[in-house]
């Protein structure tokens, strides 16, 4: 399971990463710190993957299963 963060969408809003704090981070401009990343998602953070991919206004972060 992936969470993917697109590089250049984030306009820095702070919703995923204070609904996802165990994956997600900020950077000192309030941007996620992870863009450009795709990230391995452990069974237990997959409600914080999930809320993370449906906070985000700009659509920068994607879920995926497989
Ligand atoms: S919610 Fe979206 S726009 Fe806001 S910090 Fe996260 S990735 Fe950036």
Same mark, same amino acid.
């Given at each position: 399971m992936t969470l993917s963060i697109a590089q250049g969408?984030?306009? =820095?809003?702070?919703r995923c990463y204070a609904v996802a704090p165990d994956l997600l981070s900020d950077d000192e401009e309030g941007f996620?710190?992870?863009? =450009?990343q795709d990230l391995d998602v452990p069974a237990e953070l997959v409600g914080q993957a999930q809320d993370a991919a449906g906070a985000c206004p700009e659509y920068a972060i994607t879920f995926t299963r497989s």
């Amino acid at each position: 399971m992936t969470l993917s963060i697109a590089q250049g969408k984030c306009m =820095g809003h702070g919703r995923c990463y204070a609904v996802a704090p165990d994956l997600l981070s900020d950077d000192e401009e309030g941007f996620v710190a992870q863009a =450009g990343q795709d990230l391995d998602v452990p069974a237990e953070l997959v409600g914080q993957a999930q809320d993370a991919a449906g906070a985000c206004p700009e659509y920068a972060i994607t879920f995926t299963r497989s």
